[in-house]
């Protein structure tokens, strides 16, 4: 007994060695992949010596001797901070996720399918082949940053996880980032579909009304006074759509409207929250002098910042760029490519794929065509001209000294069409929106672009202001049709902010970002105060909801009872209609729902299935009766208690292990945090209404606030943070100072040799 007893022992023994060997390899590994901050390194491909010095929170500023060498080392820093989600993103354009997930992850293949069906990867080959001669050299150098970090070896934690090894970088994975922005920004396939399902559904008036026109009381950002009568009234090809949830802030301010005389600049741009964050804060040290910013991992271009001279913000213009065009069969001519798809772990599979003349065919086998019936089904989209030279424009416009300079370097964007927001020192404030802006004529087909010198535009407007809050853009007096899709209440609040005070300030611009009352709450407050609930807790939450004035801040009561209600709300008005399609068709609607409510539409809330005609205020009862019921259950009986953030928090999530049912690894690699807001307040806040979740996937994924009296104290902020590494004290840090408003600053008046405290240098030198 005695020998069994130890003979167990000894094999309990070895296993907790083994355990033990196991996690002291895996705490090595996952340590050693940590990026490098300080000492020095040598390397291959820069001409001297060169300092990455991250601040405190872990922003790189980066001095060297030349361009190149600072493009190199910014490329270093990407590779060391952020490589995993560079190779995401190029895997995404190219059609490649499966050669790494195929055997986690089956849906890659249909990701796979559909990038190499819409032609991206060969939209990225084209963009590089397109690089003027001057971004063509910081592109190389960059390039070979990147690649110079990978050949230490100890790559990011989820290649050890995956078990691969990285492929090296080349010039067309830094475009296929610039196509993946593209993607993710152009406007027009999704709604397109939507509005042809809901057109077998509704009748035409029903359709009208469920997808109204942009409202007449929302504000345009740009104004008739700055621009010359149209030759001729313009005749809308399709009504620009009021209904969009994500998007983004931006305004601008001559200092006729400032306490110090000079203009002031605030941008929030709205993208998927994701960890690590899309941007990536730099400061790069130029000969042409330093730009300070946002950055992309994958480019090395500071896309959202400032330089020496001026600012600039981008907000997305929500045009309509793409139009699916359905063909009888065998009426197209179209040739043929083979796309071989490798699948880790699975057998290659080989697709042939159809290009028209004016776009890719789209394989029914990826794409959910059933609208369309057996009709071919072409992509007309900007985002896949190959002319493509956004990379090239981009860094001209960071490098531009003036607004005339600015301007001109935006000729030779195609997309994502953005309204591109600046200000200079001089005092000078525009607007600009360089792309290609579709002319359709009375049938919807392309007939061209809109003429770049005809592109919508102001310089020093009358106003002396330029608001944006993914708004309707132009005026009724712009001489071509503007369809899309825009928003209505963000852009309201900020006008109505921004005529608060006479003498703006940086901390007022600030206020204004973090505002997170809803401008349509308050709209329909009268026709939600008037709503007759059944049962106490219905009657419980009428009279807390009576007190409110539509603030969506995370420690209150009154947004969760709201949001709960608002879904329900949407059920008892339009379920009826849309029947067994409600549930696809679900969404804040938050201009059809005002109609409803407090306009000409209230009809909407007769339910058609019963004999019976109810009114908007027993539709609104009913709904609120149920939407507390199924609050409590979630939250408990105390609605004193309950409060918006404990249900509504920001999901940073991570593009693998985020829902991939490993608990360890989503706690690991997810970062979530509470905030206030919704989709209507200039503090944005979306989440999924279908969801049955109120998890934030989409929000202000950087805010920055620019004082042209003292660029150096210009305000930045994103989250989770600037590592992708989830054991660096950079991954997650700034989330909590995100979610309250919190700042800080980046300034170009140190050098290594005064560096803040906190901060840390990595040096590196020229390999011999």
Not at 149 to 158: K, N
């Amino acid at each position: 007994m005695r020998w069994v007893i130890r003979g167990i022992a000894a094999i309990l023994g070895l296993g907790i060695l083994v355990v033990a060997v196991g996690l002291g390899y895996g705490y090595w590994r996952f340590s050693s992949s940590l990026p490098r901050t300080e000492g020095t390194v040598e390397v291959a491909g820069i001409s001297g010596e060169v300092q990455i010095v991250r601040d405190e929170y872990g922003v790189p500023h980066i001095f060297g001797g030349t361009g190149e060498d600072i493009y190199f080392a910014i490329g270093y820093a990407h590779a060391q901070d952020r490589f995993f989600q560079m190779d995401m993103m190029r895997r995404y354009v190219h059609g490649e996720l499966s050669a790494l997930l195929g055997h986690l992850n089956p849906a890659t293949v249909t990701a796979d399918a559909r990038s190499r069906n819409r032609g991206y990867h060969l939209v990225a080959n084209a963009a590089a082949e397109n690089l003027s001669p001057e971004f063509r050299g910081a592109a190389e150098a960059y390039v070979a940053g990147v690649n110079a970090r990978l050949a230490e070896g100890h790559y990011p934690p989820e290649y050890l996880i995956l078990q691969a090894t990285p492929e090296p970088w080349e010039l067309h994975d830094s475009m296929a980032v610039v196509v993946y922005m593209a993607d993710s920004l152009a406007a027009g396939e999704g709604e397109e579909v939507a509005r042809r399902e809901l057109a077998e559904i509704l009748d035409p008036v029903q359709l009208s009304e469920f997808l109204p026109a942009y409202p007449d009381w929302a504000p345009n950002m740009l104004q008739a006074e700055d621009f010359a009568p149209a030759p001729a009234p313009v005749e809308p090809t399709t009504e620009a759509q009021p209904d969009f949830d994500d998007g983004s802030n931006a305004w601008v301010l001559s200092g006729e409207h400032t306490a110090t005389g000079e203009p002031l600049l605030a941008n929030d741009p709205h993208l998927a929250l994701g960890a690590p964050a899309i941007w990536y804060f730099a400061r790069l040290n130029l000969p042409q002098g330093a730009v300070v910013g946002a950055t992309i991992a994958g480019s090395p271009l500071v896309v959202l910042g400032r330089n020496q001279v001026s600012a600039w913000g981008f907000t997305n213009t929500g045009f309509d760029v793409i139009d699916m065009v359905p063909h009888a069969p065998g009426s197209l001519s179209t040739t043929e490519r083979v796309e071989v798809i490798e699948v880790r772990g699975g057998a290659d599979i080989a697709i042939t794929m159809r290009d028209a003349e004016n776009g890719p065919v789209l394989d029914p086998e990826y794409f959910i065509l059933d609208v369309f019936g057996n009709q071919d089904v072409v992509l007309v989209s900007t985002a896949l001209d190959r002319s493509n030279q956004v990379a090239s424009v981009s860094y001209n416009l960071m490098l531009s000294q003036s607004f005339d300079e600015f301007v001109a370097a935006g000729e030779g964007f195609t997309a994502p069409m953005q309204n591109m927001h600046y200000a200079h020192v001089d005092g000078t404030i525009g607007y600009t929106t360089p792309g290609l802006l579709p002319i359709r004529d009375e049938d919807g087909n392309w007939t061209g672009y809109v003429p770049y010198e005809d592109l919508p535009r102001v310089e020093n407007p009358v106003s002396g202001r330029i608001a944006s809050g993914n708004n309707r853009i132009v005026p009724d007096n712009y001489g071509y049709d503007t369809p899309g899709s825009y928003a209505a209440y963000r852009a309201m609040r900020i006008e109505e902010r921004l005529d608060e005070t006479d003498a703006h300030t940086p901390d007022t611009f600030h206020d204004i970002q973090m505002d997170q009352v809803s401008a349509q709450i308050q709209r329909i407050l009268p026709a939600l105060t008037a709503a007759s609930p059944q049962t106490v807790q219905g009657q419980q939450a009428l009279q807390r909801i009576q007190g409110w004035n539509g603030d969506m801040d995370a420690l209150l009561a009154e947004p969760l009872i709201y949001s709960l209600w608002y879904r329900d709300i949407q059920e008892g008005i339009y379920a009826d209609e849309l029947g067994d399609d409600f549930l696809r068709h679900l969404s804040t609607r938050r201009v059809f729902t005002e109609n409803v409510l407090i306009g000409d539409d209230g009809h909407w809330c007769d339910n058609v299935t019963t004999d019976p005609v109810e009114t908007c205020p027993e539709i609104l009862g009913a709904a609120l009766d149920a939407a507390m019921a199924r609050g409590i259950e979630t939250y408990g009986p105390d609605i004193a208690n309950w409060t918006w953030g404990q249900a509504h928090q920001a999901v940073f999530d991570h593009p693998v292990f985020t829902g991939s049912g490993l608990p360890l690894l989503e706690d690991w690699f997810t970062v979530r945090q509470p905030v206030g807001g919704d989709s209507s307040t200039v503090n944005v806040a979306v989440y999924s209404v279908r969801a049955g979740s109120f998890d934030v996937f989409h929000g202000p994924s950087l805010r920055a606030i620019y004082d042209l009296s003292d660029l150096d104290a210009s305000r930045f902020m994103h989250a989770p943070g600037q590592s992708g590494h989830p054991w660096s004290d950079h991954y997650r840090d700034l989330a909590p100072l995100w979610a309250a408003g919190e700042t800080f600053e980046m300034r170009t008046d140190w050098t290594p040799e005064n560096a803040p405290e906190g901060a840390r240098t990595l040096t590196l030198t020229p390999a011999n």
